[in-house]
């Protein structure tokens, strides 16, 4: 018998490797191209493209966006001269974003709890007809959603006087997201489906009903499926553009999304400022970041959950 040679070299293993480093290169060059043009003077944007690092080092773009910086030496500096009101926007986007995150995987859970453990008349072809809402694109529902969100504004504006206020515009916006969504109840009903039932019908043998079974059993069982509904669904609320520019025109609700294409829009001269809105975009990134470094490893678990046997 041959010895073993351990000098082989495993081609399958380095190519595996250079992959993962193409596909990790590609994935994270934006994200340093937009710090690199963030920490990049305004004036010499469009000097010495080729380089990787910043030209004309500089912190004025992240001032100038927390308004940190008056309008001559935003000037000066060679932006727009012009600020956000960054924090203001930043806690509207957490708030429309945390709201969306807690009611969405609230209500999602329960149903698709329901449709994976209930049985009622008619339970697969509902269930079968709600997830083919996930073909409908969400622009198709746009319109109808802005017709009833705004009748309903009016209503309650001429019935409780209280228009214009932070809640209830706050209402508006998150209406259409607050509710479950197919594709939150088709992920969690086939978690529920892998449980082991043996142990929901213990805890019934003892008298435990549905809600308890649901509540004291199933939940601490799913928190890895539910923790990355959380972290998807919050991130795609803090990302969301196109609903908050339609119904948040009020400054009082504009979130941070909305913010920055009103600020890449101020530049008097017509060109953007990129530098800034770069700078605003870095800014942007880290609550989602925080959010993701928090409960991170809940997704890895997740992922490699196979249900219980």
């Known amino acids: ?163 214009g206020s932070y809640g209830l515009l706050m209402g508006q916006m998150v209406a259409p997201y607050f509710f479950m969504t197919p594709f939150a109840v088709f992920f969690l009903r086939q978690f529920f489906l892998g449980l082991n039932r043996e142990v929901e019908e213990a805890a019934r043998i003892d008298g435990a009903g549905y809600w308890r079974v649901f509540w004291n059993v199933a939940l ?17 609320s803090w990302n969301e553009y196109l609903w908050p520019l339609i119904v948040g025109r009020d400054e009082s609700v504009r979130v941070l999304t909305v913010a920055l294409n009103i600020f890449r829009s101020q530049q008097p001269s017509g060109v953007p400022d990129w530098s800034g809105l770069m700078a605003g975009t870095a800014l942007a990134i880290i609550p989602v970041l925080i959010v993701y470094l928090i409960v991170g490893r809940q997704v890895i678990d997740s992922i490699q959950f196979t249900g219980f046997k």
């Open 1 to 163: 018998m041959s010895p073993i040679n351990t000098n082989k070299i495993n081609f399958g293993r380095i190519a595996m490797w250079v992959l993962m480093i193409i596909i990790l290169f590609i994935t994270l060059f934006p994200f340093w191209w937009v710090l690199r043009t963030a920490l990049t003077t305004q004036g010499m944007i469009f000097e010495n493209t080729t380089s990787l690092l910043p030209v004309g080092f500089t912190w004025d773009n992240f001032r100038r966006v927390l308004g940190l910086v008056s309008t001559s030496e935003g000037l000066a500096a060679g932006g727009s001269g012009q600020s956000i009101n960054f924090f203001r926007f930043m806690m509207n986007s957490i708030v429309f974003s945390s709201i969306i995150t807690v009611a969405q995987v609230s209500f999602s859970t329960m149903a698709a709890y329901a449709f994976a453990r209930l049985r009622f008349p008619g339970r697969e072809p509902l269930f079968l007809l709600y997830v083919s809402a996930l073909m409908v694109p969400g622009i198709v529902t746009l319109i109808p959603n802005f017709v009833l969100i705004r009748g309903i504004g009016t209503f309650l504006d001429d019935t409780f006087g209280i228009g």
């Open 220 to 236: 601490p069982m799913s928190r890895p499926p539910i923790v990355t509904l959380g972290i998807i669904t919050f991130i795609q």
